[in-house]
Each structure stands twice: as structure tokens, then as C-alpha cells.
């Protein structure tokens, strides 16, 4: 349905927001292709029946359902968070 590029740097926090209000997206991919650690923060956050924390480490991706509230953390870091988002339709048939 649709994707986008992102980057983020030290306070750059994302809004809390799903990826089904953007058209007909039944799931979203993450994918992050760059190394990461731990101590950078940057964590993707999915509210689902229990909060899902999820690290970025290299050439990683997360499929979620994309009704789920979701956000990225701003890095702690002066470092480059990059993550590329698939906003995806479940085709049935």
C-alpha cells in the first residue's frame, strides 16, 4: 500500500499512531538494515494485549498487525536511527 524511508536523531521521538489509518493497511513491516546497540535507545514500542519492546539490530524486521498503537523512541544518542516501514494489504484468494 504505501512505505517510507525514515531517520531519526536524538529527540526525535515518533507520535503514537497506527499504520491502518493510512488507506487499507492490514500489516506493517520494520526493517532495520543498520548495526544498532542496545545502549542507543530507538526502541519500536507495539501496544498489543501486553506493550512488545523491540530493539533494532541489523538487518531485522518486525511484521505487526497494523491496527496496533506503535511508535519509535528518539535514539539516545546523537546517532542515526534508520528503519524502512511496509504498510501492507492481506489480499485474500
Do not use: C
Not at 35 to 64: A, C, S
Amino acid at each position: 500500500m504505501d512505505y517510507h524511508v525514515n531517520g531519526q536523531t536524538l529527540g526525535q521521538q515518533a507520535a503514537v499512531h497506527r499504520d491502518s489509518d493510512y488507506g487499507k493497511s492490514t500489516h506493517a513491516l520494520v526493517y532495520f538494515p543498520n548495526p544498532w546497540q542496545y545502549e542507543w535507545g530507538g526502541r519500536l514500542h507495539i501496544f498489543d494485549t501486553e506493550p512488545r519492546v523491540i530493539t533494532p539490530k541489523e538487518n531485522f524486521g518486525v511484521l505487526f498487525d497494523a491496527e496496533l498503537l506503535h511508535y519509535a523512541e528518539a535514539p539516545t544518542e546523537n546517532v542515526l536511527r534508520v528503519s524502512v516501514g511496509l504498510k501492507l494489504r492481506k489480499i485474500d484468494g
